[in-house]
């Protein structure tokens, strides 16, 4: 799995200076929430300091890298610090199996880049994060600290491209409490949300996985509003919905 973000002078290539990181994941053991959302220990506490710190100290040194996205004021693109390697060469690695039992009709089988990047809630940082779906295949969502209260994940229901501002169903919304070490993989298409942070800093490793295969399978614009892709096995809005299936191009 390759990297999209980053360009320009990159401080580091991969990630090899950090092999003490290899002896700090702890055994995965998915937690299926509902399809297409999968909670799972992945880092031990002290590791995920480490890591923090790591990201702080090439952000001072490089200047704090390039925005993360256009969603967050305070994210910073883990490319830009030539650190995407923890995603390509640790995470993605670990979690290929996982991936594909889950996540295979998402594009989890064929994932092979990604842009990933640190989010940061907080009274002077970002406070919360409105409705929306990520521009990913498979989104990992990973806490690194560190001492908070709220700013909690609320899923909202998965959505093909042509249902996405439907209402939520009975039963479809539900809440997940971060914890320090622990990931969150929900596919991209899965709507979310951020609630507002209460008390301290959540800092989260966040990727963005992406499939080349499942986006080049998807129909093109053809210039008349016509965008809707169909990724074969996934119906991703429930058995309600029989227009669409799978997603489109962003
Ligand atoms: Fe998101
Ligand atoms: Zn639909």
Redesign the pocket.
């Known amino acids: 799995m390759t990297s999209t973000s980053g360009s320009g002078a990159r401080p580091a290539r991969g990630f090899e200076g950090y092999s003490w990181l290899e002896s700090e994941f702890v055994p995965v053991e998915p937690e299926l929430l509902v399809p297409g959302v999968v909670r799972t220990p992945f880092l031990t506490a002290d590791a995920c300091a480490r890591l923090l710190a790591e990201i702080d100290r090439r952000a001072s040194q490089y200047g704090g890298g390039a925005a993360a996205n256009s969603m967050h004021d305070h994210g910073v693109e883990l490319g830009a610090l030539g650190l995407d390697g923890v995603v390509t060469d640790l995470m993605g690695e670990r979690l290929a199996g996982l991936l594909r039992e889950h996540f295979a009709p998402f594009g989890g089988a064929t994932l092979d880049h990604h842009h990933s990047y640190l989010v940061q809630y907080g009274r002077d940082l970002d406070e919360d994060l409105g409705f929306h779906v990520d521009d990913s295949e498979v989104t990992l969502n990973l806490c690194l600290g560190e001492d908070f209260s709220g700013a909690e994940l609320v899923m909202l229901g998965a959505?093909?491209d042509?249902?996405r501002q439907t209402p939520v169903q009975p039963g479809e919304a539900f809440e997940i409490h971060h914890e320090p070490g622990t990931l969150v993989i929900h596919s991209g298409c899965h709507r979310h949300r951020v609630d507002p942070i209460r008390r301290g800093v959540r800092r989260n490793l966040i990727a963005w996985l992406r499939s080349s295969a499942s986006r080049e399978a998807l129909p093109k614009d053809d210039g008349m509003g016509l965008s809707e892709g169909i990724l074969p096995g996934a119906s991703?809005?429930g058995p309600w919905?029989g227009?669409?299936?799978g997603r489109s191009r962003r």
């Open positions: 959505r093909c042509g249902h991703v809005c919905c227009a669409h299936v």
